[in-house]
């Protein structure tokens, strides 16, 4: 089971290495990491896609909280909540391919940020299952390279009664 | 006025109300030790002649004393001789703040003589760990850093000082408060909860204490004691808990787990209310967990959520602190109870457990030779209401024997290291001991293995005029891993026979300037013994006991606590 757990915490050197640490140490998984600041000075947020069952995500949360630095741990699991993700993709597209390759960009919005005679370069933003898609979609095409920033995510505003 | 980081760490231990320090010099931290010089009215150094027994005493020193223990270490090497320690104080949850120097902050980073990253090293066996780049934040650094080694689950904390920052200079300003803003311990208990632990208990046919470490740190033992006797609840411990409750009580049944007695595993086997207190519910103390109290409900209380359904699942989980909870199950249980006649609802279940202990006691064949477990015998009997005795213990067969045979009356007078297993723990640990108590006896069980790994302390000892006593439990064997390798391969006793490679412990203790007694027929024991007990300073007791006896019951790794071998 997927879980993404958004985690506040004091922007303090080692900080990075102290959330990592504890994954690696207890063999948790990290399937994406996410740090950037926050509007409060000194604090930043981490998004953290993980997986494992009900008992080891409860564990997780658990030890992450108890990490000095750690001031708040947020589990989406269960609340509803917007989810995104952004890709940089270039993909091959000679003068034969780059119509089909613009056309899949259209369906999914994605923007074209290079293009050169052999190769596109497409930003797409979306949920974890949409930029699976895209990269479904574009392999045949031969993909040159990828870069993902992983998930992150935000409670919504109406939670379901 | 201006203060140097020397001066202010000084002004910051003495506030902290620390009066001693377990230490060793070197060159970053010269001018913590020239600083410290003069403050010898508040605080008294022990130079050690190792590090790792720095830590080890420092820990042991907290654990008889239940204060923070504090150790002063130079930079590289000294940091890094500190993490077995560490990592022990950690396992065990003992409030302990480490000291290191660093290399100046402008050459972190630059490989510099004896420079390490200790608090990337010690990132994972610390509590929390701080380097300090800043002197203005030194002293509050300092004060975050003994709340957090001493408040929630207890732990180590390191501090590391670059020297820049111990020879600058800024303004003393000693934070009255302190505040970690994403740390904020429960000690609470909820209420619904214990009364929902009251509920179960009032209604067992088959209640059962466990009771861990957690009993000890947080003085609950006196209340779970009122609990079990008021309510005629048996009671067994973790290796930790042990001298939680005491083991001349009726009530008592031992030790649980890997090496637990009969009737402690049977217990839990068979209970149909567990309430464990202060434990985390270790894979030595479990055994198998799909067959684990199978037919209990189970109470776990503890101060960590994390011990909370990280090996067991239980029924009623209560996060507070120890004594606190059971403060106030006690007073639940008195209200609930009603006219509840708790001598006569559990009379079959006690003398189940009386029964058990009957057909399987704790016992040896006694033979020509001496038998380890004699040892321990003899000691509990001549010491029981005679000393006040607190007891340090290495790692393996010689610890499992002093945590069966001898008879912990007492808290904080079993001092072992539980979690982690570190052999050459013992003998730092009682010099530290000795220090915070010196009017007790103070007694280091050992093997000829473990005793070999720390035996450079005995200098310390020695010039400290530290009356300490070591029984050396000598098998010739590192007698443990020899079990094993007996027991489950084949008799191949690879790397374990010590036959003829140890030193002459007797002439090791003179050349330390303690006493040492040889003792290799049953008949000197007790005499000789009583010698050593006597003597007043340090002493090496040399007990030349069976090559080849083995620690049971013995749980076999991975096995249900009722698969027990018994012989």
């Known amino acids: 089971m997927r879980y993404v757990l958004s985690v506040l915490v004091d922007n303090e050197p080692g900080v990075l290495s102290r959330v990592a640490g504890l994954f690696s140490g207890r063999g948790f998984n990290i399937e994406t990491l996410n740090v950037a600041p926050t509007l409060e000075n000194g604090v930043s947020m981490m998004t953290i896609v993980t997986s494992g069952d009900s008992q080891i995500i409860e564990q997780i949360i658990k030890q992450l909280r108890k990490l000095v630095t750690v001031i708040k741990v947020v589990d989406f699991h269960e609340l509803a909540a917007v989810e995104r993700e952004m890709m940089l993709i270039k993909v091959q597209a000679d003068d034969s391919r780059r119509g089909e390759v613009l056309r899949i960009a259209d369906i999914f919005r994605c923007k074209v940020v290079d293009v050169s005679l052999v190769d596109l370069t497409l930003e797409a933003t979306g949920d974890h299952e949409k930029i699976g898609a895209i990269i479904n979609l574009l392999n045949r095409f031969g993909i040159k390279e990828l870069a993902r920033t992983g998930t992150l995510a935000m409670k919504r505003s109406m939670q379901r009664e | 006025m201006e203060y140097s980081g020397a001066r202010i760490l000084m002004e910051c231990l003495k506030r902290e109300q620390v009066e001693v320090i377990f230490g060793y010099p070197g060159g970053v931290i010269i001018d913590l030790f020239d600083e410290m010089s003069r403050h010898s009215d508040a605080l008294k ?16 020193y907290a654990r008889a004393s239940g204060k923070t223990g504090v150790s002063i270490l130079t930079s590289g090497p000294g940091a890094t001789n500190a993490v077995t320690g560490i990592a022990t104080a950690y396992s065990d949850s003992i409030p302990m703040v480490v000291i290191t120097g660093q290399v100046p902050t402008q050459l972190i980073g630059n490989d510099a003589f004896q420079e390490v990253d200790i608090v990337g090293i010690t990132r994972p066996c610390t509590k929390h760990n701080y380097l300090v780049k800043d002197i203005k934040l030194l ?211 006690l003398s189940l457990l009386a029964e058990y202990e009957k057909k399987h006691p704790l016992t040896f064949l006694p033979g020509d030779e001496i038998k380890p477990q004699q040892v321990i015998e003899a000691l509990d009997r001549m010491t029981r209401n005679k000393y006040d005795i607190l007891i340090s213990t290495d790692v393996g067969q010689h610890q499992m024997w002093t945590a069966q045979f001898f008879k912990f009356i007492k808290p904080r007078t079993f001092l072992s290291s539980g979690g982690l297993g570190t052999m050459g723990f013992g003998l730092p640990a009682a010099l530290g001991a000795q220090v915070a108590s010196p009017e007790k006896l103070v007694v280091c069980i050992s093997g000829d293995g473990s005793i070999q790994m720390n035996i450079q302390e005995l200098a310390t000892i020695v010039a400290n005029k530290l009356p300490v006593k070591v029984i050396i439990l000598n098998n010739r064997f590192l007698g443990m891993v020899r079990q094993w390798q007996d027991l489950f391969f084949g008799r191949n006793y690879v790397c374990t026979d010590l036959e003829g490679q140890s030193p002459d412990f007797v002439r090791l203790a003179e050349a330390f300037g303690a006493t040492g007694y040889r003792i290799s027929e049953s008949a000197q024991l007790e005499p000789t013994l009583q010698k050593a007990l006597d003597a007043p300073g340090a002493v090496i007791v040399d007990v030349r006991v069976s090559r080849e006896e083995n620690v049971y019951p013995m749980v076999p790794a991975g096995k249900g606590l009722d698969e027990m071998l018994v012989t």
Not at chain 2, 45 to 60: M, N, S
Not at chain 2, 196 to 205: F, G, P
Not at chain 2, 308 to 336: F, T, W, Y
């Open chain 2, 139 to 349: 002293a509050g650094t300092i004060r975050n850093a003994f709340y957090l080694a001493k408040s929630g689950r207890p732990g180590p904390v390191l501090i590391d000082l670059p020297k820049d920052i111990i020879v600058g200079k800024s303004e003393f300003v000693w934070p009255e408060e302190v505040r970690v803003r994403s740390y904020n311990p429960n000690y609470k208990p909820n209420l619904v909860q214990l009364r929902r632990a009251a509920d179960l208990i009032v209604n067992a046919k088959r209640p059962l204490f466990l009771i861990g470490g957690g009993v000890v740190s947080s003085n609950a033992g006196d209340v779970v004691t009122d609990i079990a006797v008021r309510c005629r609840i048996p009671v067994i411990s973790t290796l930790m808990g042990l001298g939680g409750f005491s083991g001349t009580n009726s009530l008592w049944h031992g030790m649980v787990g890997m090496h637990g007695t009969f009737t402690a595993n049977r217990a839990v086997t068979e209970a149909d209310v567990l309430i464990a207190v202060g434990t985390r519910f270790a894979d030595r103390v479990t055994g198998k967990l799909s067959v684990f109290a199978k037919q209990a409900r189970i109470v776990h209380i503890d101060i960590d959520p994390t011990s909370i359904r990280k090996n067991v699942n239980v029924d009623v989980p209560v996060v507070a602190d120890c004594r606190e909870a059971v403060v106030g199950l006690a007073e639940i249980l008195s209200a609930q109870a009603g006219e509840k006649n708790w001598e006569e609802d559990h009379a079959a279940w």
């Open chain 2, 45 to 60: 150094p022990y130079l050690v002649r190792h590090e790792q027994g720095a830590i080890h005493a420092a820990d042991g």
